[in-house]
């Protein structure tokens, strides 16, 4: 299984650029996804990380994810779809195309409290993406059903390609999955998946992996709070006293990464940081309310003013 570590490093989440009629601009997502990697980031998730997978076609996830792949971008992609045969057709394309990777999402709208029914949704997709696509599963109170330890080593099990988490779950979330799954197993991956709990997951939990939504936008800053983070795990007291400083600095900014308009959110923070190709949204009428974006751009040069003296940036 050779791209098994692809979930050990830090992986932007992407959102679909698109014109002013909400038509996808894949040549402005794969320019986005070379700008990451240059900054350091060591691949991406498309589609289905960011709350764009229910507003596209099948068809343009999949010219998206192939768009990638063909630029030479190790790819991540989310199995998030109205049912388990759209699931499965994305993982089939994904395998068939050379992504590198799955964030297999629960079963939505359709018998989600079921685990049952959610073993079976999971074992179609492992079943589909083969023993050569390592998974991990996206697990988020806000799919309404939450993987434990139990149902993820029957997988396992069958599925060894199945190798652990995005957690999204929060504090307590994470330190579940480390104490009953993923601890003591090196053959298994926790990864933080949510902005907020990027020291708790590296420090507390012993995450070894990020899909970051904030870093999208804000590259250097994320590799440089898990750059801290993986120190601070070592026991590095001036590394520990950093990442809280700069966790806390990001608050805020790391903070719309757990709500309903996160996408709104980061595509203003990616035109404040520069792209302009994240101006629109693909529904003209989702957008900030003025006091959600002075409050977005208020922050955003908080934040800027603070790095600028702040010395951990350096460290």
């Known amino acids: 299984m050779s791209n098994q570590n692809i979930f050990s490093g830090t992986i ?3 959102m679909t650029p698109c014109n002013a009629d909400g038509v996808p601009d894949f040549d402005a997502l794969v320019a986005t996804a ?6 350091g980031m060591d691949s991406v998730v498309y589609c289905g990380s960011m709350g764009d997978w229910p507003l596209l076609t099948d068809e343009e996830r999949m010219t998206g994810v192939k768009a990638l792949v063909d630029a030479g971008i190790k790819t991540i992609v989310g199995t998030g779809a109205q049912n388990t045969r759209i699931a499965v057709e994305h993982t089939k394309h994904a395998r068939e195309i050379g992504a590198h990777g799955l964030m297999v999402i629960p079963r939505v709208l359709s018998r989600t409290l ?6 079976e949704h999971f ?7 083969g023993p050569d696509l390592p998974a991990v599963i996206y697990n988020s109170p806000h799919y309404g059903f939450e993987t434990k330890a139990e149902l993820f080593f029957k997988l396992n099990e069958k599925y060894p390609q199945l190798i652990g988490f995005k957690e999204f779950g929060g504090t307590a979330a994470l330190t579940y999955a480390a104490e009953h799954i993923t601890t003591g197993d090196n053959g298994l991956t926790l990864m933080v998946g949510v902005d907020t709990q990027a020291y708790h997951g590296f420090v507390n939990c012993g995450a070894v992996g990020a899909i970051t939504g904030v ?7 994320i590799l440089k709070m898990v750059q801290l983070c993986k120190s601070a795990a070592t026991g590095n007291a001036q590394s520990r006293r950093y990442a809280l400083e700069l966790g806390e600095a990001m608050n805020v900014l790391c903070t719309f990464d757990e709500g309903t308009d996160l996408v709104l959110y980061y595509k203003r923070l990616m035109v404040l940081e520069g792209n302009s190709s994240y101006e629109h949204q693909i529904y003209a009428t989702d957008k900030l309310s ?5 409050h977005l751009d208020s922050q955003h040069t908080l934040f800027r003013n603070w790095w600028s003296s702040w010395e951990g940036k350096n460290a």
Request: hydrophobic content about 40%.
């Open 34 to 39: 070379k700008s990451l990697i240059e900054a």
């Open 215 to 221: 870093g999208t936008a804000m590259p250097k800053e």
């Open 12 to 14: 932007p989440a992407l």
């Open 123 to 129: 074992a179609a997709i492992l079943e589909a993406g």
């Open 114 to 119: 079921s685990p049952a029914a959610q073993k």
């Open 290 to 294: 003025q006091s959600q974006q002075s």
